[in-house]
């Protein structure tokens, strides 16, 4: 068995055998006995943990897919200009994130609140009124999980778009495709395989946020992920939060699966070369 095989057992097998383990003891605390009482309890209140769960996996999607209309063109920007620029724009990128989440977090909620930057220019043009908000709603939400996580899809789209060739655009252009046909069928086949990878990346953490629905999304903006922490730190019962990270971790391989497998259907040349590599 290599060191890479050890690792792997060490951060991810020991940890997933642990947390099944947890999950089937009886809370409160770890001391319990083993009878799955919390996968009976998550069950008999299927309205409440679905409703979290499916808020969540939205939200999750919803953030990953914005990050792709705004990443996608900021990626084929970045990688139309020289190099020495290109390095300068995608340090601007990254170097705010570069401070802590919490941090970013507060600031939104300085920009989102009654009178806020933000609301306050809306009131300006005439949008909104300033003394509204959308704090404390899925919204803000959103919009937290969006920026928090737009500089790593611009980065995995960033990878793939770098890797087009612009003779093939050149010459399917003099064959007589437009620009709707030359993106269809060569450029986003290509960058297919960086946008699964950023929807990975995106998705997961983001479906799984706690922090953030905590700060800016109050009730209507509560996350499954939000409730695992609270069966932690203020309820105790770490093998209901186990059940429900288990729960989680699931569901969001499924949905991942079931989108792979839709990208495989649509594109499935791109997917295979991706494979190949």
Do not use: K
């Amino acid at each position: 068995m290599g060191p890479s095989a050890l690792v792997l057992g060490f951060l991810v097998v020991l940890p997933l055998i642990l947390l099944v383990y947890f999950g089937l003891l009886s809370g409160p605390g770890v001391d319990g006995p083993i009878t799955g009482a919390e996968w009976r309890g998550i069950v008999s209140d299927p309205a409440f943990y679905g409703r979290l769960l499916a808020r969540s996996l939205i939200l999750g999607l919803a953030a990953a897919a914005i990050t792709i209309a705004i990443g996608w063109p900021t990626a084929w920007a970045l990688s139309r200009h020289a190099v020495r620029v290109r390095s300068l724009y995608l340090a601007l990128i990254i170097i705010p994130h570069l401070t802590s989440s919490l941090l970013l977090i507060y600031a939104m909620y300085v920009l989102l609140q009654p009178g806020g930057p933000l609301m306050a220019a809306l009131g300006a043009t005439g949008v909104a009124d300033a003394s509204d908000t959308i704090l404390f709603t899925r919204w803000a939400v959103l919009i937290m999980l969006a920026y928090l996580f737009l500089p790593f899809m611009v980065m995995a789209l960033y990878a793939s778009v770098e890797r087009i060739d612009s003779t093939m655009l050149l010459a399917a252009r003099s064959l007589g495709a437009n620009g709707w046909q030359r993106f269809w069928h060569i450029v986003f086949p290509v960058t297919l395989p960086g946008i699964m990878a950023g929807l990975v990346i995106v998705f997961t953490p983001a479906a799984g946020s706690f922090v953030e629905a905590q700060i800016l999304g109050g009730t209507d903006g509560m996350m499954f992920g939000t409730v695992i922490s609270e069966q932690v730190s203020r309820v105790n019962n770490q093998p209901r939060a186990a059940a429900m990270s288990i729960i989680l971790l699931v569901s969001i391989l499924l949905l991942l699966a079931a989108l792979r497998a839709a990208g495989q259907r649509s594109f499935p040349g791109a997917m295979r070369r991706e494979r190949t590599r």
